[in-house]
Every structure is written in structure tokens, then in C-alpha cells.
């Protein structure tokens, strides 16, 4: 079956643009992650929705991210005012439940100069 | 916090050459461990895991157990191939509410034939 999506694959924007990032998880999967990975800082995670409960928001770097998940599949990370520190590949995973293995997307890289 | 540290690379190897790729871990509870691969221009993929104390995870030939006692998830492959080259993260996740992985900084493994 398919995995999991993420669009676009490529982004570049100038710094203080907002720019929305999209993750679509395996069909099923109720929980769903977003991480960034940067050469500074490595794979860290950002937020984490399982069903309907209210996400983890607790990874995020700013109040300049948010992200929001609708009818519990498609999920949007949004960062407005985009600084050049902003600049990662922004991986989404999705998995069956909480404990289950997390599969991968191949990530949006995201340019901001 | 917990975190996770991993030997830096890049790690440059023979073909058929011992593979080891050192992991230790700080947690304040019992997390579960995971090695992750990521291959040239491909997402990122579970390779093994382990759940609990003294429990040995293992695929595609490499193995690595999980050691309470040293905090340690070290991975290791006994003869690795050209097709192994790819970089490798040690993650962990609590095992109680928080699922998010807590990534190291990854190991760039390079193997030439």
C-alpha cells in the first residue's frame, strides 16, 4: 500500500514569508509526527497527534510553528515568518497506534534565504 | 532530558569489515530503543529494536542489544556490504505516555569495495 506522502518535496521562500507543509499518513494510522531534521541540531521532534486527543505540541521551537491535522488524516505544519535558522528537511511519520512502529516520509527540505 | 548519544563519522569501512556503531542512552524510565537507517535519497527506515532490558533486536544482519546496565543499544553488523552505506541514528522513546523518538545526531557509514 502506499506510505506515507509529504508535499511539497522542495520548498524554497524568503525569510519573514509563512509557508505550509503537508503530510499524508498511511491510511488507518492514527497517530501522526513531525519532526525536523537540521544539520545543527540532528532529527528533533516537533509535535505529535494521536486521534482525537489534543497534540504534543511540546517540540516546537517557537510560536511561529503550529500544525493542525484535520478529519484525523492530512496534516499541515505551518511555520509563519520563516527565519533562515528555519532551514531543515521536515520529516513526517505516521504509525498504527501510539506504540507501533513510526514509517517515515520522505521529508519536505525547506530553504528559507 | 533524555537523550540519546552516538559515535560521530563518518565511519569508513572494507567490504566484509566488523561493523560497530557505538549508542548510549540517559532515561529516567524503561524506553524502548531503536536503530534507524537512511539510505541515499531514500526516508528513513526502522532496522531493529528492542523493548526491554537484555532483549537483542536484529535484521538484514545486524544486531544490537539492549543493555540496562550500561545504558548502551550498540549496533553491529559482522561483514558489511557496499549496500550498507547509509546513515544510521540511534533513537529512543519512553515507554509510557510519550512515543516521540529522541534521536541521536546520526553515523555516516561509507563502505567501499
Known amino acids: 500500500g502506499a506510505g506515507v506522502s509529504q508535499s511539497p518535496s522542495n520548498k524554497v521562500t524568503e525569510k519573514g514569508k509563512d509557508v505550509e507543509l503537508r503530510c499524508d499518513p498511511i491510511?488507518?494510522?492514527?497517530?501522526l509526527y513531525w519532526y525536523r531534521q537540521s544539520l545543527g541540531q540532528g532529527l528533533e521532534f516537533l509535535i505529535y497527534?494521536?486521534?482525537?486527543?489534543?497534540?504534543?505540541k511540546s517540540g516546537l521551537p517557537s510560536d511561529r510553528f503550529s500544525a493542525e491535522r484535520t478529519g484525523g488524516s492530512v496534516s499541515t505544519l505551518t511555520i509563519q515568518r520563516t527565519q533562515q535558522e528555519d532551514s531543515a528537511v521536515y520529516l513526517c511519520?505516521?504509525?498504527?497506534?501510539?506504540?507501533?512502529?513510526?514509517?517515515f516520509g520522505p521529508g519536505t527540505r525547506l530553504t528559507v534565504l | 532530558g533524555d537523550s540519546v548519544t552516538q559515535m560521530e563519522g563518518p565511519v569508513t569501512l572494507s567490504e566484509e569489515a566488523f561493523l560497530t556503531i557505538n549508542c548510549t542512552y540517559t532515561a529516567t524510565g524503561y524506553p524502548s530503543l531503536f536503530w534507524y537507517v537512511q539510505y541515499p535519497g531514500e526516508g528513513l527506515q526502522l532496522l531493529l529494536k528492542a523493548t526491554k532490558a537484555d532483549d537483542k533486536g536484529s535484521n538484514k544482519g545486524f544486531e544490537a542489544t539492549y543493555r540496562k546496565e550500561t545504558t548502551s543499544f550498540h549496533l553491529e553488523k559482522g561483514s558489511v556490504q557496499v549496500s550498507d552505506s547509509a546513515v544510521y541514528f540511534c533513537?529512543?522513546?519512553?515507554?509510557?505516555?510519550?512515543?516521540?523518538?529522541?534521536f541521536g545526531k546520526g553515523t555516516t557509514l561509507s563502505v567501499s569495495s
Open positions: 511519520a505516521s504509525s498504527l497506534g501510539p506504540r507501533n512502529e513510526q514509517f
Open positions: 491510511s488507518g494510522h492514527t497517530a
Open positions: 497527534f494521536q486521534g482525537n486527543s489534543a497534540p504534543d
Open positions: 533513537a529512543l522513546s519512553e515507554d509510557q505516555a510519550g512515543t516521540a523518538l529522541i
